[in-house]
């Protein structure tokens, strides 16, 4: 007897690697159910855990690979290979005169008065960075044509030199890129096996050293990314997907593994940007478009700021002490996370971070060899998290140990256990809220004018002291915070951005211009939106401009209006700069020019997302989901008081509960202090709030 059809392929899985935690989300869209587990990450291969992860969820719910449509992955590969330095042995070709470009840097030191600052080592060393005759001048045309000879003989000592991969880097590619075009094809024939990539490609914008610094980040990025992903995909064949997994970029948006393959430099805020655009999705349905993003995880701290459902977008950062010239989130990173270590400094003061005990060891708790106290034994001592175990009763807690390190900390500080527990968690909330008034307060926002929703696997924990630092009155922590990142990749489409270089005054002789250089951009997309099969109906685009003062240093990014640039568009784009000038510098100057610095287009393919849908009221009382009190020690209580505990699956809307008390779940804990409540919404969110006065 013939064995019955198997349906279509329709489940959809994200999947976000964080230092401590792999995170798994599975989505089946016949049925609406959402699945969410974590495992411990495996640092030396995060494809093990990421696999290993969608098999046991895949088993545990009834299903096979051959039931998964798509797989989205948030990747840490390429942040942590930045972190650490390593990164594949990379060259640079380079005009002649400029390969020490990317090692002179900006005049600008990120510590005035620090002597013994040291600067990132370049991604190419300069015995690697070769210099060729060719030049492009300022307006595009050829001033010198590329020596042919010399960039093969340049491409011979690399090949030599033993490089995996090479940065081809020319002045004004991004106006004319045919030179680097042409170099591309001669290094193919003379180095078949490494990696190549042009800044015309990359980072196709003004400003040499950026657009070198970009390009070279991505050449030592590139074999790190291909050797990943060429140990993922044989993994998820094995486990019988077919489908080639999607990753995040920076921008919030999701490109295929090719892409990020050939891209890499787009991914190096992969994970967080996942979180991000999960949050926005939430904050949505829920009616609250104005939103600061906390996402705290075993390592980091991530923050970002939501304004009227959309994230602020960057288009140059510095990460890690490299200057990179990519669309990407606006999100700050401090290294305040639960496995975030606690020492004393030279001068007798506690220090939290950034250093982390990470997965392996982990915390002292977790009993895998580490001694040295982190935020999450802090936690564990004082009693706000479980003294016996997480993770549902999957990993046990040893609470004694936490407590010796923690004790053996407080010697030092002549303070008791306790005192020095909560000490670790002031310093770690005052690291915090330092990170958000970056992204609020330094950018004009008032951070009491937005709603703070914390997730990650901490991010709960600290999220009421953290919001009573910044004057933050509501607090929401989503469903399953803890996967919030993973989550977010199930309502997130795929996104990409292009951009071009343009040096014009914002006036009417340059609209021949403006509307030639968005026609190319647009013919880009569209072949990307080919490329990823994306239907017609479901594609999107969005144009905008780079802007600033004539003779500013730096530009507001600016929409521009759909349809034919005309005066209108012009006066379009010209409101629309003083307005975002008034938010970030206080004032607009009528009287000064203003240049256009470059085109950009964003382009969107829309995919099924995961449903996020209204839940009835609850027709059980709220004691039902009431499971036993736990003393713990809150310094706004006073001391020691017996919180009670609540288990949030058993938690339904318009279920509240006043504070002080603890909430428990698989994937985090939420913290309620006295002088606030929770209410549960119908989207199944915790809001906090503090109690009226």
Same mark, same amino acid.
């Given at each position: 007897?013939?064995?019955?059809?198997?349906?279509?392929?329709?489940?959809?899985?994200?999947? %976000?690697?964080?230092?401590?935690? #792999?995170?798994?989300?599975?989505?089946?869209?016949?049925?609406?159910?959402?699945?969410?587990?974590?495992?411990?990450?495996?640092?030396?291969?995060?494809?093990?855990?990421?696999?290993?992860?969608?098999?046991?969820?895949?088993?545990?719910?009834?299903?096979?690979?051959?039931?998964?449509? !798509?797989?989205?992955?948030?990747?840490?590969?390429?942040?942590?290979?930045?972190?650490?330095?390593?990164?594949?042995?990379?060259?640079?070709?380079?005009?002649?005169?400029?390969?020490?470009?990317?090692?002179?840097?900006?005049?600008?030191?990120?510590?005035? +008065?620090?002597?013994?600052?040291?600067?990132?080592?370049?991604?190419?060393?300069?015995?690697?960075?070769?210099?060729?005759?060719?030049?492009?001048?300022?307006?595009?045309?050829?001033?010198?044509?590329? %020596?042919?000879?010399?960039?093969? #003989?340049?491409?011979?000592?690399?090949?030599?030199?033993?490089?995996?991969?090479?940065?081809?880097?020319?002045?004004?590619?991004?106006?004319?890129?045919?030179?680097?075009?042409?170099?591309?094809?001669?290094?193919?024939?003379?180095?078949?096996?490494?990696?190549?990539?042009?800044?015309?490609?990359?980072?196709?914008?003004?400003?040499? +050293?950026?657009?070198?610094?970009?390009?070279?980040?991505?050449?030592?990025?590139?074999?790190?990314?291909?050797? !990943?992903?060429?140990?993922?995909?044989?993994?998820?064949?094995?486990?019988?997907?077919?489908?080639?997994?999607?990753?995040?970029?920076?921008?919030?948006?999701?490109?295929?593994?090719?892409?990020?393959?050939?891209?890499?430099?787009?991914?190096?805020?992969?994970?967080?940007?996942?979180?991000?655009?999960?949050?926005?999705?939430?904050?949505?349905?829920?009616?609250?478009?104005?939103?600061?993003?906390?996402?705290?995880?075993?390592?980091? #701290?991530? $923050?970002?700021?939501?304004?009227?459902?959309?994230?602020?977008?960057?288009?140059?950062?510095?990460?890690?002490?490299?200057?990179?010239?990519?669309?990407?989130?606006?999100?700050?990173? $401090?290294?305040?996370?639960?496995?975030?270590?606690?020492?004393?400094?030279?001068?007798?003061?506690?220090?939290?971070?950034?250093?982390?005990?990470?997965?392996?060891?982990?915390?002292?708790?977790?009993?895998?060899?580490?001694?040295?106290?982190?935020?999450?034994?802090?936690?564990?001592?004082?009693?706000?998290?479980?003294?016996?175990?997480?993770?549902?009763?999957?990993?046990?807690?040893?609470?004694?140990?936490?407590?010796?390190?923690?004790?053996?900390?407080?010697?030092?500080?002549?303070?008791?256990?306790?005192?020095?527990?909560?000490?670790?968690?002031?310093?770690?909330?005052?690291?915090?809220?330092?990170?958000?008034?970056?992204?609020?307060?330094?950018?004009?926002?008032?951070?009491? %004018? +937005?709603?703070?929703?914390?997730?990650?696997?901490?991010?709960?924990?600290?999220?009421?002291?953290?919001?009573?630092?910044?004057?933050?009155?509501?607090?929401?922590?989503?469903?399953?915070?803890?996967?919030?990142?993973?989550?977010?990749?199930?309502?997130?489409?795929?996104?990409?951005?292009?951009?071009?270089?343009?040096?014009?005054?914002?006036?009417?002789?340059?609209?021949?211009?403006?509307?030639?250089?968005?026609?190319?951009?647009?013919?880009?997309?569209?072949?990307?939106?080919?490329?990823?099969?994306?239907?017609?109906?479901?594609?999107?685009?969005?144009?905008?401009?780079?802007?600033? !003062?004539?003779?500013?240093?730096?530009?507001?990014?600016?929409?521009?209006?759909?349809?034919?640039?005309?005066?209108?568009?012009?006066?379009?784009?010209?409101?629309?700069?003083?307005?975002?000038?008034?938010?970030?510098?206080? !004032?607009?100057?009528?009287?000064?020019?203003?240049?256009? $610095?470059?085109?950009?287009?964003?382009?969107?393919?829309?995919?099924?997302?995961?449903?996020?849908?209204?839940?009835?009221?609850?027709?059980?009382?709220?004691?039902?989901?009431?499971?036993?009190?736990?003393?713990?020690?809150?310094?706004?209580?006073?001391?020691?008081?017996?919180?009670?505990?609540?288990?949030?699956?058993?938690?339904?809307?318009?279920?509240?509960?006043?504070?002080?008390?603890?909430?428990?779940?698989?994937?985090?804990?939420?913290?309620?202090?006295?002088?606030?409540?929770?209410?549960?919404?119908?989207?199944?969110?915790?809001?906090?709030?503090?109690?009226?006065?």
């Amino acid at each position: 007897m013939a064995e019955p059809a198997r349906a279509p392929a329709a489940l959809r899985i994200g999947v %976000d690697t964080g230092g401590t935690f #792999t995170d798994v989300c599975l989505y089946d869209p016949a049925t609406g159910a959402l699945s969410v587990w974590k495992l411990s990450s495996t640092a030396h291969d995060p494809s093990e855990a990421i696999v290993a992860g969608i098999v046991q969820g895949l088993s545990g719910n009834g299903h096979a690979g051959a039931d998964v449509a !798509y797989v989205g992955h948030g990747t840490t590969v390429a942040t942590n290979a930045l972190i650490q330095g390593r990164l594949a042995r990379a060259g640079m070709i380079t005009t002649a005169g400029f390969r020490d470009v990317i090692e002179i840097r900006r005049q600008t030191r990120p510590a005035l +008065y620090d002597l013994q600052v040291e600067k990132p080592r370049p991604p190419a060393s300069r015995d690697l960075r070769l210099e060729v005759p060719e030049r492009i001048r300022f307006d595009g045309s050829v001033a010198a044509p590329l %020596d042919a000879d010399a960039l093969r #003989t340049a491409a011979r000592r690399l090949r030599e030199a033993g490089v995996d991969a090479v940065a081809i880097c020319f002045l004004f590619a991004h106006l004319a890129p045919a030179h680097e075009q042409q170099a591309l094809a001669i290094l193919r024939e003379e180095l078949p096996d490494a990696f190549l990539c042009a800044s015309h490609e990359v980072a196709p914008e003004y400003r040499e +050293y950026e657009r070198f610094s970009t390009t070279t980040l991505n050449a030592a990025l590139g074999p790190v990314m291909r050797f !990943y992903l060429g140990r993922l995909a044989p993994r998820l064949r094995a486990a019988g997907i077919t489908h080639a997994p999607h990753l995040t970029q920076s921008n919030g948006g999701v490109i295929s593994s090719e892409a990020a393959a050939r891209l890499p430099v787009r991914t190096v805020l992969s994970g967080p940007a996942a979180g991000v655009m999960g949050a926005i999705a939430l904050g949505t349905v829920a009616g609250l478009p104005d939103i600061i993003t906390f996402d705290m995880g075993g390592t980091s #701290t991530d $923050v970002s700021l939501i304004n009227g459902g959309r994230a602020v977008m960057a288009t140059e950062a510095e990460v890690h002490g490299h200057a990179l010239k990519v669309s990407m989130l606006d999100i700050h990173t $401090v290294g305040a996370g639960g496995g975030s270590i606690a020492r004393v400094d030279a001068g007798g003061h506690l220090k939290v971070g950034p250093a982390s005990a990470g997965a392996d060891p982990g915390p002292v708790c977790y009993g895998l060899g580490n001694e040295e106290p982190t935020v999450t034994d802090a936690n564990v001592v004082l009693g706000i998290q479980n003294p016996t175990h997480l993770l549902g009763g999957r990993m046990s807690i040893d609470r004694a140990a936490a407590e010796r390190a923690i004790a053996r900390l407080a010697d030092r500080l002549g303070l008791d256990t306790m005192r020095t527990a909560q000490g670790i968690l002031s310093v770690v909330t005052a690291n915090m809220a330092k990170a958000i008034r970056v992204i609020s307060v330094e950018r004009g926002h008032d951070p009491r %004018d +937005y709603v703070l929703m914390a997730f990650g696997g901490a991010g709960p924990v600290h999220a009421a002291r953290l919001a009573r630092e910044l004057e933050i009155r509501r607090v929401l922590v989503p469903r399953s915070p803890g996967i919030l990142c993973a989550m977010g990749l199930l309502l997130t489409d795929l996104r990409t951005d292009f951009a071009a270089g343009r040096m014009v005054p914002l006036a009417p002789a340059s609209l021949p211009g403006l509307g030639d250089g968005f026609a190319a951009l647009q013919a880009q997309a569209e072949s990307w939106f080919e490329g990823e099969h994306i239907a017609p109906a479901d594609r999107a685009t969005a144009r905008r401009a780079d802007m600033r !003062y004539e003779g500013q240093a730096h530009e507001l990014t600016i929409a521009c209006p759909d349809g034919a640039l005309d005066d209108v568009a012009l006066a379009s784009l010209r409101q629309g700069f003083e307005e975002a000038h008034r938010q970030v510098y206080g !004032y607009i100057a009528p009287e000064e020019p203003i240049r256009i $610095v470059a085109l950009r287009l964003e382009a969107t393919g829309c995919v099924p997302k995961a449903a996020l849908p209204v839940h009835p009221p609850a027709t059980t009382p709220v004691a039902d989901a009431h499971i036993g009190t736990r003393e713990a020690w809150l310094p706004e209580a006073g001391g020691a008081v017996a919180c009670a505990l609540y288990d949030r699956a058993g938690l339904g809307p318009g279920h509240r509960i006043p504070g002080p008390a603890i909430v428990e779940q698989m994937d985090s804990t939420t913290l309620i202090l006295p002088g606030q409540s929770a209410l549960v919404d119908p989207w199944l969110n915790l809001l906090v709030e503090e109690d009226a006065a």
